[in-house]
């Protein structure tokens, strides 16, 4: 049985064990440099997608924080309208008394003025106010006798009389005078 093919087949079968032994050997270090490579790849996956989570915990909280000024707005929304109204009713309010005061002042004026002007009608061998208050000092108001009204103060100079109150009213009465009210 020893035949010069026998040795053939045996070195062929050995060749193509080697053969199979290489592809496996270069088959493993592939799986190896493939693994080492997937093993970056999940790195690198895992960075991104943990950036990714992040970002989409930061979109969630941009979310949950735009509702929630949402719902402030509303409410202040709300607010502002009660406000406004309330406003608006108290400048309504305001400009109505503000309309019954000045039409009150305005018939009080109108009814003083109508009052002065009957006691003037009435009483006309009076002179009018503004020509009652002239003061009267010097040689000729002396010589009428209209002089004395002012007393000693008015020889003295600019000095009040005592107890009038008011400043300018030299020789005149404190009192509220006819026909000016």
Do not use: W
């Amino acid at each position: 049985m020893e035949s010069p093919l026998v040795a053939v087949f045996l070195a062929v079968i050995a060749l193509t064990a080697l053969l199979q032994a290489g592809c496996i050997a270069y088959l493993a270090f592939g799986m190896r440099l493939g693994n080492q490579k997937l093993g970056e790849f999940e790195e690198t996956f895992e960075t991104g997608v943990a950036s990714i989570r992040e970002a989409a915990k930061l979109t969630d909280r941009a979310a949950e924080l735009a509702e929630r000024t949402l719902a402030q707005a509303h409410r202040m929304d709300v607010v502002v309208g009660d406000v406004s109204r309330k406003a608006e009713r108290y400048m309504d309010q305001a400009a109505a008394k503000l309309e019954t005061a000045a039409s009150r002042a305005a018939i009080r004026l109108d009814s003083k003025l109508a009052v002065g002007e009957e006691r003037v009608r009435e009483q006309p061998h009076r002179a009018p106010p503004l020509q009652r208050l002239r003061f009267h000092h010097g040689r000729a108001a002396r010589a009428r006798g209209l002089a004395g009204r002012r007393g000693r103060a008015g020889r003295r100079g600019r000095r009040r009389r005592r107890g009038s109150g008011r400043p300018g009213l030299r020789g005149r009465a404190a009192g509220p005078q006819p026909g000016l009210s």
